[in-house]
């Protein structure tokens, strides 16, 4: 099972970026699905994270009512929609997936908030 972030990139405060996480291999369900971050010098953190068919969600304090996540289960694919950003948001973005009991990470795709 792969997972693979994209949508990352340079961006003004206030602007928005959408990250999209795509999983692929040989899948049967994903269950919890989430996005984490971790800055420089800085513990890899949860940003918000997502049920199975998308019924719960979480979000960090930091960024409720700025981001969005949400999921497609038929195309296996979660996406963390960003607005308002602010230069704290500045940090690598890692994509988490529970499938069959087992946690993956993508790789990360790296946001950079300029002020």
């Known amino acids: 099972v792969q997972l693979v972030e994209s949508g990352g990139g340079l961006v003004q405060v206030g602007g928005s970026l959408r990250l999209s996480c795509a999983a692929s291999?040989?899948?049967?369900?994903?269950?919890?699905m989430g996005w984490y971050r971790q800055a420089p010098g800085k513990q890899r953190e949860l940003v918000a994270d997502i049920s199975t068919s998308g019924g719960i969600t979480t979000y960090a304090d930091s960024v409720k009512g700025r981001f969005t996540i949400s999921r497609e289960d038929a195309k296996y694919t979660m996406y963390l929609q960003m607005n308002s950003l602010k230069p704290e948001d500045t940090a690598v973005y890692y994509c988490?997936?529970?499938?069959?009991?087992?946690?993956?990470w993508g790789k990360g795709t790296l946001v950079t908030v300029s002020s």
């Open positions: 988490h997936a529970v499938i069959r009991g087992l946690n993956y």
């Open positions: 291999g040989i899948i049967f369900s994903i269950n919890l």
